[in-house]
């Protein structure tokens, strides 16, 4: 029998200026500078056969509440995580309570740490861990509702799913590693009370890494039946190959490619599949460029995304300098409305989404503070302004072709046990 406590911190207050982050800037507004701040007080226990986590977190933005706060003023801070988990055998365990979930590169779940608040999941899973022979199952289930009631009520808490099962398996052999998943999404049925609307995503994950080559591929496809009872068939797939020189350098080329809704196929035998992929809850800020243009809460038109990508980071013993270039293009055909209205024929514009290119650079002073600075620039084009709806004065949807964001964001990381 033993027991043993953590108690750690974090204090993250970044500063933005975002000149078309996200979005093209139409070209009657200005861009926006500010500071945000995540603050994290994190306890666990680790006692035998049992272990629990906490984590109290606080984000705001700099002025947004009076110096002197009165009792009117909203609270900022909750509950991050709260969770227990438990070991029946060596080998089983569960862990219930309120969670962020990982897996595998992010892809589909993950906790999204770039954003302030991140992302957190009331969820109980069901582990079975073998570390002899590295095969692991987990079994998660979740039941989300507004509050305590004793009558029906519609689920209305945005961005969250009402109910999720999921199933993940991974085998490790050698230098590889393998996962399947397998995630049933209900959200709540816009027309009955006690109804979910399902969709299931289903998929692999495999990964290679050697020496200095390091290599991944995905693919997941999804099915459901939609709001409107429209049935959908979408998929998503990537492949990255890194390899590593000299120990500090490292080169990595990459494809990702999400299915869309056409603009331009009106049949009916195609409207009426949903053909657009959505990645649930995974890490967005992780793809497809530093500047979310494409992530799955930030929407282009359904007309899905293909990404191709190459990357370079060189990495010292307390530094690290990256650049990322992107370009981006639509998988799924664009409406040149202007060309159709003109001609009368349906006319498709360019699929070209443009080009991002991201420059970041992080110290570390200790293990309890480091600086993490970066620039992103984009190279707009005319589809990329139509797709995500803006507008300039002329009304010819360009607003020009560059847009930035830069950023500076100090970490400190204190541990209060040591």
């Known amino acids: ?118 992302r957190v999941h009331d969820v109980a899973v069901f582990m079975y861990e073998d570390t002899a022979s590295k095969f692991k199952v987990h079994i998660g289930a979740a039941f989300n509702q507004n509050g305590e009631a004793n009558t029906l009520k519609k689920y209305s808490v945005k961005g969250n799913y009402k109910e999720m099962q999921y199933l993940w398996i991974n085998k490790k052999i050698s230098s590889l590693s393998a996962s399947l998943i397998v995630i049933n999404n209900g959200v709540q049925s816009p027309i009955t009370d006690n109804k979910s609307r399902f969709s299931q995503t289903a998929g692999t994950y495999l990964e290679y890494n050697k020496d200095a080559l390091f290599a991944n591929g995905r693919f997941y496809y999804q099915t459901s039946k939609l709001y409107d009872k429209t049935n959908t068939s979408a998929y998503m797939f990537g492949v990255d190959v890194n390899y590593t020189l000299m120990k500090k350098i490292t080169l990595g080329l990459g494809i990702e490619q999400m299915t869309g809704q056409s603009q331009t196929d009106t049949t009916k035998a195609y409207t009426d599949v949903n053909h657009a992929f959505n990645p649930l809850y995974g890490t967005a800020h992780k793809f497809n460029g530093y500047m979310d243009y494409y992530n799955a809460g930030n929407g282009h038109s359904n007309v899905g995304l293909t990404d191709i990508y190459f990357k370079a980071k060189y990495k010292a013993e307390k530094w690290y300098v990256g650049f990322d270039f992107h370009q981006f293009m639509a998988a799924a055909k664009v409406l040149d409305s202007k060309a159709t209205a003109t001609s009368g024929n349906i006319t498709a514009m360019d699929s070209n989404l443009g080009m991002e290119i991201d420059l970041e650079l992080g110290y570390n002073f200790s293990k309890q503070f480091s600086i993490v600075a970066g620039y992103s620039h984009y190279l707009l084009t005319q589809t990329t302004s139509t797709l995500k709806g803006v507008t300039d004065y002329k009304g010819d949807s360009y607003t020009g072709n560059t847009a930035n964001w830069s950023y500076l964001m100090l970490v400190f990381k204190p541990n209060f046990m040591k």
């Not at 200005?30 to 272990?51: C, E, H, I, M, P």
């Not at 109290?56 to 002197?68: A, C, E, F, M």
């Open 1 to 118: 029998m033993y027991s043993q406590m953590t108690l750690t911190g974090e204090i993250r207050p970044r500063f933005e200026s975002r000149h078309g982050y996200q979005s093209p800037l139409d070209s009657a507004v200005s861009g926006a500078s500010f500071v945000s701040q995540r603050t994290r007080l994190n306890f666990g226990y680790k006692a035998d056969k049992f272990l629990l986590g906490t984590s109290i977190q606080d984000v705001r933005i700099w002025g947004n509440v009076p110096q002197l706060i009165g009792a009117d003023t909203i609270g900022q801070t909750f509950m991050h995580e709260a969770w227990g988990q438990y070991w029946f055998t060596p080998k089983f365990s569960l862990k219930a309570g309120r969670q962020e979930l990982n897996y595998d590169d992010q892809r589909l779940l993950g906790g999204v740490n770039w954003k302030q608040q991140a």
